[in-house]
């Protein structure tokens, strides 16, 4: 078996599929800030720009300037870092927010509008040309002033397809440097982001970018496929925050890349920390069972599982926890069997014969705390108790 911190999915291998071109634009800061409740200080945006600039992300959008003057002053500051990701940074399709964009020193404006009936009908009142005139005096503006431009078109996936292309294909003729589809309130599936991308891509030579939520808990899923469809700019969160039930997460998309494209040029070692600076950051925990990052990822407690893990840790794991900066956590309860019990015991530097292995996985899987999990000190107090038996 080759050596290696992952198990790649070898069905990609019966699956008719180039090789990715595509770039992370991570949003942590500007959509991920949309959290509600999240409020980002200028010490914690700039910790984290850092952080991600180091895990190789090519863009990072940076925030919203138009929202504070301090939110304005904390892009400009991130922007004059000298990463090596582009700065991002969101504009509404109005030229004082594209100003703000101009003074704020950033590489890429996103100028977005929305196209959608509901949009039009519930939200801004106007019809479709009038908003669509609005964004394309943004992007000239914008243009004019040097910045590259993502035209992004919000709700683009309740949008008549034929208005979104016909859309982009316009604002192609501005020379935008990419167009953006968000699925706004997250309603694609995997089939349908497929189909999207695809429809677009047949229409539009400039680069795409996939913004997905996750309503359905499908935004990485959709941001992958998109990828695989053509999309070039794929979004995502630290930890999946954002509005709602958050974006595409950062750390999920970065290793089903290795693992199901064999793209390694990202540093994943790096995760861990940076979740756990966005969990303090935010104030929100991840869930013990959060892909990747959870405190949960790597903790084994299953008998059958433990004991394969003691031989060869991918027999239940897919990638390494060192892979993204984690740490595997073998623990006792109701479901340990003796041989991974063996393991335990012996890992803490006991021997136990066969009769007090049996007495001590009796004692655990009869103790009450069994339901919370055991201690290490709870575990040695009834190892040394057997022992003495
Ligand atoms: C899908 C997304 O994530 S979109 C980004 C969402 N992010 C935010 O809203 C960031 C936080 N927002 C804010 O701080 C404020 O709403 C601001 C600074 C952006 C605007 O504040 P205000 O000037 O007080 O405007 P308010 O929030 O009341 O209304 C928004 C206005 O922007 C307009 N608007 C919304 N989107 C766009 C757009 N893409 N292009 C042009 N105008 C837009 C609305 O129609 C409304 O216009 P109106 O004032 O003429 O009715
Ligand atoms: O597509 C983009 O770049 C941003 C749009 C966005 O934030 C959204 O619609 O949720």
Redesign the pocket.
């Known amino acids: 078996m080759a050596n290696t911190d992952y198990s790649k999915n070898e069905l990609m291998n019966f699956i008719d599929q180039s090789p990715l071109n595509i770039e992370i634009?991570d949003?942590t800061l500007?959509?991920g800030e949309?959290t509600p409740g999240v409020a980002f200080t200028r010490d914690e945006k700039i910790d984290l720009a850092l952080e991600l600039d180091s895990i190789g992300v090519e863009v990072i959008?940076a925030g919203f300037p138009v929202v504070s003057t301090s939110e304005k002053d904390i892009v400009k500051e991130i922007s004059n870092l000298g990463l090596d990701a582009n700065i991002c940074c969101?504009a509404r399709s109005v030229i004082d927010d594209v100003d703000a964009a101009i003074d704020c020193d950033v590489d890429i404006v996103?100028i977005?509008i929305?196209m959608s009936d509901l949009h039009l009908k519930f939200k801004y009142h106007k019809s479709c040309a009038d908003v669509f005139s609005c964004a394309m005096g943004a992007i000239e503006h914008a243009k004019d002033h040097g910045l590259k431009v993502?035209f992004?078109?919000?709700?683009?996936t309740r949008t008549n397809i034929e208005t979104l292309k016909r859309a982009f294909l316009a604002a192609e003729d501005y020379h935008v440097d990419?167009v953006?589809?968000?699925?706004?309130?997250g309603i694609l599936s995997p089939a349908t982001t497929h189909y999207l991308v695809s429809e677009v891509k047949k229409v539009v030579n400039t680069p795409i970018?996939?913004?997905c939520?996750n309503d359905l808990g499908m935004a990485t899923a959709n941001t992958l496929v998109a990828a695989e469809a053509g999309a070039k700019q794929l979004?995502t969160t630290i930890n999946g925050i954002?509005?709602r039930a958050g974006?595409a997460s950062l750390e999920e998309l970065l290793v089903a890349l290795r693992v199901q494209h064999g793209i390694e040029t990202y540093d994943t070692t790096k995760l861990n920390s940076i979740s756990r600076k966005l969990e303090k950051y935010s104030g929100l925990p991840t869930a013990v069972n959060k892909a990747v990052v959870g405190k949960h990822a790597f903790t084994h407690e299953s008998g059958i599982h433990v004991m394969a893990i003691l031989e060869e840790p991918r027999t239940y794991e897919l990638f390494t926890p060192e892979m993204v900066g984690g740490k595997r956590n073998l623990v006792v309860g109701k479901h340990t069997g003796k041989k991974a019990l063996k393991g335990i015991v012996n890992d803490l530097g006991y021997e136990l014969d066969q009769d007090e292995l049996c007495a001590l996985i009796s004692k655990v899987k009869n103790c009450t705390e069994v339901k919370k999990g055991l201690s290490k000190e709870r575990l040695e107090e009834m190892i040394r108790n057997v022992r003495s038996h």
């Open positions: 634009c949003v500007r959509d949309q959008e969101l996103s977005f929305a993502r992004a078109a919000e709700d683009a990419y953006s589809i968000a699925d706004t309130i970018c996939i913004h939520h979004h954002g509005e974006n």
